[in-house]
């Protein structure tokens, strides 16, 4: 099946136009491309605001065809998508190589924590008292942070800083372990280091 083909004795003035647009359109592409790789030393505005009259000028028309439409609104889609991000672009290379996007700026943004209680211990036999003590620092803190309604044993807390101390000491070959309770970025955290 072979496709229809417009003869140039049925083309009209309006398709000569819609050509013209399209040509205009991929030309200021080309030099917004050039002008942003540092060819050029000025926007391409002239033809930026030719092509803008040019698409005011069909906008309100009310008798163009179907298929002339559909062309016109997909050249003026293709030309509004084009400006924004030209002007982005522009936007970019004015402010510098400085300027960090919004969403890289949570990433690199520094986590604060906060010491909260430091407590050492030998052993979590021998400190019983101690770590009671951050136990309840530990539950505190977590409902000041609003820190779901999980709520951890006092026996559970106790076999986690045992299985994280034996193997402290074990790697590091020392006695004493210091149990840091620290809040960063309103999680609540235990960290045994060797003291």
Same mark, same amino acid.
């Given at each position: 099946?072979?496709?229809?083909?417009?003869?140039?004795?049925?083309?009209?003035?309006?398709?000569?136009?819609?050509?013209?647009?399209?040509?205009?359109?991929?030309?200021?592409?080309?030099?917004?491309?050039?002008?942003?790789?540092?060819?050029?030393?000025?926007?391409?505005?002239?033809?930026?605001?030719?092509?803008?009259?040019? =698409?005011?000028?069909?906008?309100?028309?009310?008798?163009?065809?179907?298929?002339?439409?559909?062309? !016109?609104?997909?050249?003026?889609?293709?030309?509004?998508?084009?400006? +924004?991000?030209?002007?982005?672009?522009?936007?970019?290379?004015?402010?510098?190589?400085?300027?960090?996007?919004?969403?890289?700026?949570?990433?690199?943004?520094?986590?604060?924590?906060?010491?909260?209680? =430091?407590?050492?211990?030998?052993?979590? +036999?021998?400190?019983?008292?101690?770590?009671?003590? !951050?136990?309840?620092?530990?539950?505190?803190?977590?409902?000041?942070?609003?820190?779901?309604?999980?709520?951890?044993?006092?026996?559970?807390?106790?076999?986690?800083?045992?299985?994280?101390?034996?193997?402290?000491?074990? +790697?590091?070959?020392?006695?004493?372990? +210091?149990?840091? !309770?620290?809040?960063?970025?309103?999680?609540?955290?235990?960290?045994?280091?060797?003291?």
């Amino acid at each position: 099946m072979s496709i229809p083909t417009v003869s140039k004795e049925r083309r009209t003035e309006f398709d000569d136009e819609l050509d013209r647009l399209e040509t205009a359109i991929r030309q200021l592409k080309i030099e917004y491309d050039r002008f942003l790789a540092g060819g050029l030393k000025h926007e391409p505005i002239q033809l930026r605001f030719r092509i803008q009259k040019i =698409v005011k000028k069909y906008a309100d028309a009310r008798d163009i065809k179907y298929h002339h439409r559909y062309r !016109l609104n997909g050249l003026v889609h293709r030309f509004v998508t084009m400006q +924004e991000l030209w002007g982005k672009r522009v936007l970019n290379r004015e402010q510098g190589p400085s300027r960090v996007p919004r969403r890289l700026d949570k990433k690199l943004h520094k986590k604060t924590e906060r010491c909260v209680a =430091v407590c050492r211990i030998q052993g979590a +036999e021998r400190d019983a008292e101690a770590l009671r003590e !951050l136990y309840d620092r530990f539950v505190k803190e977590r409902e000041r942070q609003g820190e779901g309604p999980r709520r951890l044993s006092f026996e559970k807390f106790v076999r986690g800083i045992s299985s994280q101390t034996a193997r402290l000491r074990k +790697e590091a070959d020392c006695g004493e372990i +210091e149990l840091r !309770l620290i809040v960063s970025d309103q999680k609540v955290q235990l960290r045994a280091l060797r003291a």
